[in-house]
Nanobody
């Protein structure tokens, strides 16, 4: 079992930056791929970014590539999402997720563990 708690959301102007954090409980954090998803009102939850267990491999949705950076610190059981050049269309609840699979999976139904979410609002 993995429990995830996100933080760092808030209100920011377009062009600004935010850094999300997700702290995981449990001793097996380093064996999970970690990811970020987001869900805007009336829309499906969508994939944002993924990082493998070691941090050596990352993958991004095209909509955030070049603006967002996912990273992890296994010693702190924490995964981060640095979000730069934010746009109003980035407004959503952002969720941290954990996946024990070694395969790259971007569908939210494939991920096993979820945090409660943190709101990110980007004003124009």
């Amino acid at each position: 079992q993995v429990q995830l708690v996100e933080s760092g959301g808030g209100l920011v102007q377009a062009g600004g930056s935010l850094r999300l954090s997700c702290v995981a409980s449990g001793r097996t954090f380093s064996s999970y791929a970690m990811g970020w998803f987001r869900q805007a009102p009336g829309k499906e939850r969508e994939f944002v970014a993924r990082i493998n267990w070691s941090g050596g491999s990352t993958y991004y949705a095209d909509s955030v590539k070049g603006r967002f950076t996912i990273s992890r610190d296994n010693a702190k059981n924490t995964v981060y999402l640095q979000m730069n050049s934010l746009k109003p269309e980035d407004t959503a609840v952002y969720y941290c997720a954990a996946d024990p699979s070694l395969r790259l999976r971007v569908g939210h139904l494939d991920w096993d563990y979820w945090g409660q979410g943190t709101q990110v609002t980007v004003s124009s």
